[in-house]
C-alpha cells in the first residue's frame, strides 16, 4: 500500500525535525520545506495528498501559499500550523482555503487525529457518486454536501469540509436545538477552546452565507448551541 504523501512547510528545525520524524514513524512520507519561496516548486514536484502549513515563514507566508496551491489543486486538504488565535486570523486562514488549524503547541496524537480525519473525508466524498439529486432543501437553498456545495438560484457556494459537516449537522436538526458539545464532538472530535473558536468562526461564515434568505437563520441559544429555523 502506497504511503499518504505530506507535504510539510515549517522553518523551526528542532520541530520540524519531531513532527517530520513522527510523521514518518507512522507510515506518512513526508517532504519538508522550511522556506516559503520554494513550496509551490516542491507542491508540483512531490504532487502531495496533504499540505501542513506553518503560518509564519520566510519569504512567503502559508496564508498566500494556501491561496497559490489552492489554484492547482481545488480541493487538496489544508492544515495551518500557528501561534495565531484571533478571529480575524482564523478568518484569513479559511478564506486563504484552509481546512483546519492547529495551535502551536499541538501533541502529534491531534495532528495525526486531523490529519486522518480531513483525508477520509477526501475519501469519502470521491468515492461517492456524486448525484446532483441528492440536495436537501433549505428554504431558497439547495445544500449538496456530496459537491461540498451550497447554491442559491443561479450561484454556486463551495464549501470547505468542515462547512458542510457544520450545515449537514445543523440541516439534520432543522428546526431544533443542537447543543454546542455535540457539534464539537462531531466536527473536531473534541470541545476544546480553541475548537470552540473555530467552531464561532465557522458559525459567522455559514451566516454570511444564507443571509440571501431571510427565511434560515441560524440563531445561538446562549449556554446551550444553536437553533437552525428554516420558516416555511
Known amino acids: 500500500m502506497d504511503k499518504i504523501k505530506v507535504l510539510y512547510v515549517e522553518d523551526e528545525p528542532f520541530l520540524a525535525k519531531i513532527v ?8 506518512f512520507s513526508v517532504k519538508l520545506i522550511e522556506d516559503g519561496a520554494e513550496v509551490i516548486a516542491g507542491f508540483q514536484q512531490f504532487s502531495p495528498q496533504i499540505c501542513i502549513l506553518d503560518v509564519m515563514l520566510p519569504n512567503q507566508d502559508g496564508f498566500s501559499l494556501a491561496e497559490e496551491i489552492r489554484q492547482i489543486d481545488p480541493a487538496i486538504p489544508i492544515i495551518f500550523l ?6 480575524e486570523d482564523l478568518l484569513k486562514g479559511f478564506h486563504s482555503g484552509g481546512n483546519d488549524y492547529i495551535k502551536k503547541p499541538f501533541s502529534m496524537e491531534e495532528l495525526i487525529a486531523r490529519i486522518n480525519n480531513l483525508l477520509k473525508l477526501v ?8 448525484d446532483p439529486g441528492q440536495a436537501i432543501l ?5 445544500f449538496l454536501p456530496l459537491k461540498y456545495e451550497l447554491r442559491f438560484e443561479e450561484e454556486v457556494r463551495k464549501l470547505s469540509h468542515r462547512e458542510t459537516q457544520l450545515l449537514q449537522i445543523l440541516a439534520d436538526h432543522k428546526n431544533t436545538a443542537v447543543e454546542r458539545k455535540e457539534i464539537l464532538q462531531k466536527v473536531w472530535g473534541d470541545d476544546s477552546f480553541f475548537n470552540s473558536r473555530n467552531l464561532d468562526v465557522y458559525i459567522t461564515r455559514l451566516r454570511d452565507f444564507l443571509k440571501k434568505d431571510d427565511s ?11 437553533h437552525f429555523v428554516i420558516e416555511e
Do not use: C, H, M, P
Open 216 to 226: 434560515v437563520k441560524i440563531i445561538t441559544l446562549k449556554g446551550i448551541g444553536y
Open 20 to 27: 517530520k520524524e513522527s510523521l514518518e514513524s507512522r507510515d
Open 123 to 130: 475519501q469519502t466524498s470521491t468515492s461517492l457518486e456524486k
Open 138 to 142: 433549505l428554504g431558497k437553498f439547495s
Open 82 to 87: 500557528t501561534a495565531k488565535v484571533q478571529t
